[in-house]
Nanobody, 124 residues
């Protein structure tokens, strides 16, 4: 069973930066997309950003565009999320996800593989 491991969460003040990374326990054949979702207390898990694995094309949710940057390193089999100018509203558990299927990459159901999540807390 392939597992995804997130690292890089923590506590930061508003306006600060954090960098999250996601590494699968083994190479996942035929990845179409990798993505980040987040789950804040009392809210549903929401799409943050995704990247097409082969082309490296990014896509962002409205609330993070211009502040977050998603990237991937195929050789290192790693995906990253650089988060700048963080806001208190960004506080959530962040989950890494991977999909071998083609579809609407902003939806939870597309993704077969998930990490355990990493906490990001932004103090105001």
């Amino acid at each position: 069973q392939v597992q995804l491991a997130e690292t890089g969460g923590g506590l930061v003040q508003a306006g600060g930066s954090l960098r999250l990374s996601c590494v699968p326990s083994e190479r996942i054949a035929s990845i179409y997309y990798m993505a980040w979702f987040r789950h804040a207390p009392g809210k549903e898990r929401k799409f943050v950003a995704s990247i097409s694995w082969s082309a490296g094309r990014p896509f962002y949710g409205n609330s993070v565009e211009g502040r977050f940057t998603i990237s991937r390193d195929i050789a290192k089999n790693t995906m990253n999320l650089q988060m700048d100018n963080l806001e208190a509203e960004d506080t959530a558990v962040y989950y890494c996800a991977a999909s071998t299927r083609f579809g609407v990459f902003t939806t939870l159901d597309l993704y077969e593989y998930w990490g355990q999540g990493t906490q990001v807390t932004v103090s105001s």
